[in-house]
């Protein structure tokens, strides 16, 4: 039989050529790209053994002629016929962490393990009883023959088909498997099919083995590390990949070791630098982290980096933390004297944190948080673990904050607080401001400080504002003015809500479901806040003050103030913030505030003087001409039923 075989030679030339790319590029580091590297080369062997079984091989001489030569590759060529979909499989779960899951379980690694015991025991069988193929040495040459069960070669090579296809459309279904990344596994399968079909019907087109290096081709390309998987400059796995690994860790219950390594005032080392040699630096550094890798007794082991200096090292599989640990500590001296730069060893900073997931960190996005935040709560140039870190409370909260606010949405754990604001000229309390607080049962009171920007950023602001929105007006509703002697409440609008086309609207049905006259309620806005998308601000405030609300700045002074902004948007009330009171020390002090107060007077606005602490200070803002004081030397925040008593003992003392 003539047989062709410049498309298995075209086969063996891509694939080697992919390898070799590969390693060039230092894409074969990792477990998963490893697993697909020892793809590659199953199919290579495999390529080269599907020549080797029945090629003309004159070169070779009488080692052509020999029978057992050519049995041996043709019993190599079956076998791996089966086995490459098995590494397929394994490389598959390697990437979404899937593999372990199979290994665990016993019906499916016995699904798995079972037909490649029986491959191999059909292929030694066959050595005696010639019921796969044989080979026979006539006048012509060797001549191949097949047996009469070489079927079951084809089954089982079906059979991991099946089993393959399986298994990725599972992983696609758990989120492990991106569409594109999908849809690339997936192309493998008919067009391996049609190959091995075309050959098995017409042995004499080796075509088989060019559809295995195209699905390769294909992988590399859109499967294994591409552009969006790898990050060009430290020749690491980028953000994208290390979110993809962590979830396949948390969705399979797996168990991973992380360590984060964070370069410090990575901004500043950039402009010192420049782009080139930083780019040089982080490729150092990623070395540096590949080193450590080799060291690891986990084969499983990868290195990503997620932008701005910040590089994770990830060990799954069985490891040994300790070991982990200790090469970790003799790492960072290593680190900081990497980089020279025109003969002088440039010291540098490391922030550097591991974690044992799932049992210290229990979710995706609380790992993410920790990434983001961790190394504000570090010394520098020493590893600390997680657990180490966990007693502090600030730290905890910042790393599991937005679950925390959306347990407190959902169970009601918001409160509504009231700090009275004392009126000057009546001498008597007026107005208050309404302040949100949230106690969780586990970690306590949590600081406004931490979860309102955490809110703002996830959205849920707009849900919390609601609620205080609705709540004062409640609280409004129920108690009655002339036994507190409280004319109107201080509530605070972010810049969120202020960003609302419909916000004036949704203001009048809470305060009409109610029956709160409008000027009962004075909504607060920051500077900074008024800074963002200005005109939609003023658009929005616009609208509430035709509905008859009236609007106070909160916290002038704490920022850059601009009389030009303040005086372009409808404040009735200007509210000094603590700061400029803190600051009041000696006569130059005093005579800037006078300036200040008077200035802001000639705006026509009133003032709120906040954070005042002491009978001294009070008694200068109010010979200073300031309508209203708010602070501790008046009354602290309270709670709802405490704040309606300390009005009415108030009044009752005025």
Known sequence: MNRIYYLDVAAIVVMVALLASLIFRRMHRGRDNRAFVHYVIILIVLTAADIFRTAPLRFLGP??????FREFWCSTYNVLNVCNYAAYIYMVGRMTGTFKSIMRKPVLKALYLFPLIFEAGIIIANIFTHIIFYYEKTADGIVYHRGSMVF??????????VFAFCHILYCYKKGLLDKIRFAALMVVFPLNIITFNIQYLNPALLVQMFGFATSCLIL????ISPEEYLDMETGAKSYTAFRRSIKSVYLAGDDAFVIFGKLRNVSSIRTTLGSEMYSTLLREIADSFYDMLKSSPSEDVSLYYLRNGLFAYVIKGDYRIDSIEGTATTMIPKLRDLFEVD?????LDFAICGVVIPNEIYTERQLIKLSETYHVAVPLNKYVRYSEMAPEKDFIVRNNIDRIIADAIKNDRFEMYYQPIYSTKEGKFVSAEALIRLHDDQLGFISPGLFIPAAEKSGSILQIGE???KDVCRFLSDMEEEHTGIRFVEVNLSVVQCMQSNMASKIKEILDEYEISPNRINFEITETASEY????VLRTMNDISGNGNGFSLDDYGSGYSNLGRVMSFPYRIIKLDKSLVDTLSDERSYEVME???SLLKSLGAEIVVEGVEDKEKAEWFSEMGCEYIQGFYYAKPMPEAEFIEFCRRSLKAS
Not at 152 to 161: A, E, I, P, Q
Not at 220 to 223: A, C, L, Q, R
Request: glycine letters at 6%.
């Open 63 to 68: 080692v052509s002629e020999s029978v057992a």
């Open 220 to 223: 590399s390309f859109f499967v």
């Open 533 to 536: 998308l200005a005109d939609a």
């Open 467 to 469: 609620f205080v929105i």
């Open 595 to 597: 300036k200040t107060i």
């Open 343 to 347: 003969g002088i060893r440039l010291k």
């Open 152 to 161: 079951l070669v084809v089954f089982l090579g079906y059979y991991f088909v």
